[in-house]
């Protein structure tokens, strides 16, 4: 049972846009930032999103974080099949002095 | 560039002690502006956070509360490298496990370098 709460899975067609939730509590989401992750089959996650909407270079501006509250949501646009991943949010938690992290979305390009 | 790299025993057995080790390059265990992390992934429980090093004129840890009585992450910088050992370990803690550099962004820090990935099995 994850911190951070992500539906197990996501779809859509290439060109669309999906989004991706991620929701938490006042003790991480809510008073710090968070941290989205791509993993690749068979790889390590990847830095996709830093300080809820910042992008790592390198990372397309397909991808874009957004935060309110104590949730946040990633959202791809122009879906590609190689954004066909694993995404992960992650927030330090003050309650139990930590990162914290959610249950992952299986992100399926049809 | 910064590459960290994994060793480590791939099957460990109910009640003994998994160890790991990262062996970085293109940075350094004892850098004032990262911290050094572990962090392992399994089906039952996702993506876990397990602890982190760091020094800042001395070294400090800290560790997840789920694993904070069997867990210790220490630090060679005559090897610039740094090491898991989590005791008494269960199958439960079969995962794969990751080492991971954590970067500053701002006011923020996020986990921008990661190990390769280590398949640990807890098995007799």
């Known amino acids: 049972q994850s911190v951070l709460t992500q539906p197990p899975s996501a779809s859509g067609t290439p060109g669309q846009r999906v989004t991706i939730s991620c929701s938490g509590s006042?003790?991480?989401?809510?008073?710090?930032?968070v941290y989205w992750y791509q993993q690749l089959p068979g790889t390590a996650p990847r830095l996709l999103i830093y300080r809820n909407n910042q992008r790592p270079s390198g990372v397309p501006d397909r991808f874009f974080g957004s935060k309110s509250g104590t949730s946040a949501s990633l959202a791809i646009s122009g879906l590609r099949s190689e954004d066909e991943a694993d995404y992960y949010c992650a927030a330090w938690d003050d309650s139990l002095s930590g990162w914290v992290f959610g249950g992952g979305t299986k992100l399926t390009v049809l | 560039q910064v590459h960290l790299q994994q060793s480590g025993p791939g099957l460990v057995k109910p009640s003994q002690t998994l160890s790991l080790t990262c062996s970085i390059s293109?940075?350094?265990?004892?850098?004032?502006?990262?911290?050094w992390n572990w962090i392992r992934q399994s089906p039952s429980r996702g993506l876990e956070w397990l602890g982190r090093t760091y020094y800042r004129s001395k070294w400090y840890n800290d560790y997840a509360v789920s694993v904070k009585s069997r867990i210790t992450i220490d630090a060679d910088t005559s090897k610039n490298q740094f090491s898991l050992q989590l005791n008494s370990v269960t199958p439960e803690d079969t995962a794969v496990y990751y080492c991971a550099r954590e970067s500053y962004y701002g006011s923020g820090s996020a986990f921008d370098d990661w190990g390769q990935g280590t398949l640990v099995t807890v098995s007799s």
């Open positions: 006042s003790s991480n989401i809510g008073s710090n930032d």
């Open positions: 293109g940075d350094y265990v004892s850098s004032n502006s990262v911290l």
